[in-house]
């Protein structure tokens, strides 16, 4: 296992931790309370446990440590940044770029002074830990982004006949569809999955709402192909 190997399994972690072990409720009250939260305390842990897991390596744990701290001071102070009008809106990127750079830099210093040596030790494929990476964003996480890209930029409709979660159950199976194709070639299937979604999905006597829709299929669908793109450019 070499250094680019590592950063996958502590992205990989990363993920697992901000969009999969924590509720849309538990992050509310950490990104309002800071460090009056009990959770925050609770998911710093929860970061050093994950952290140390996915490193595969005992010495580790130091490095695994200083990342649980860093988290843990990063979204601390996430309810001080909240109070800058112009900084507000776009916070969430913020504070998953600043994760993810503390994460690059923490497993690179790890590597220049202890080295990576994992105590158990597999035989990861680059790629496919990538392909990992890339189906997992396409979850949760990508959900939450797109909804963080709506509210960055204030777009709102009513969505009374909707079913709850239909919208989110539709966009994940859109994007491994989308994922897959892209990673086995499958290009024109893409365009044929998008034209069946905008078909089935408009309404003209909805604008607003379909206009709502096609923002968020083009992310949805954009993020997929990037992703796709991006792994299948590695040998």
């Not at 990989?12 to 925050?40: M, P, V, W, Y």
């Not at 969430?92 to 750079?101: E, S």
């Not at 002074?113 to 494929?125: A, H, L, R, S």
């Not at 680059?126 to 963080?148: A, D, Q, V």
Request: glycine share 6%.
């Amino acid at each position: 296992m070499g250094i680019k190997e590592l950063i996958l399994l502590q992205i990989i972690a990363h993920l697992l931790l901000d969009f999969f072990f924590q509720t849309h409720k538990s992050a509310e009250e950490k990104n309002t309370k800071g460090f009056r939260s009990a959770f925050l305390y609770k998911h710093a842990f929860l970061c050093f446990i994950l952290s140390w897991i996915f490193s595969l390596q005992i010495e580790f744990v130091w490095a695994a440590l200083c990342l649980a701290m860093l988290h843990l001071i990063i979204d601390g102070f996430k309810p001080l940044l909240r109070r800058i009008p112009k900084l507000n809106p776009y916070l969430f990127y913020l504070d998953q770029l600043l994760h993810l750079l503390v994460l690059t830099l923490v497993v690179y210093a790890f590597d220049y002074w202890i080295g990576i040596n994992p105590t158990f030790e597999v035989d990861f494929n680059f790629k496919i830990l990538l392909m990992i990476t890339g189906y997992l964003f396409c979850l949760k996480p990508t959900n939450i982004f797109i909804r963080e890209v709506f509210k960055s930029t204030d777009i709102q409709v009513s969505s009374d006949n909707e079913m709850p979660n239909a919208g989110k159950v539709i966009g994940i199976l859109e994007r491994i569809l989308t994922l897959t194709l892209i990673l086995v070639g499958q290009y024109s299937a893409v365009g044929f999955l998008i034209a069946a979604k905008s078909i089935l999905r408009y309404r003209s006597d909805e604008t607003l709402k379909s206009e709502y829709v096609l923002i968020g299929t083009l992310l949805s669908f954009g993020i997929a192909v990037l992703l796709g793109i991006l792994i299948s450019s590695f040998p």
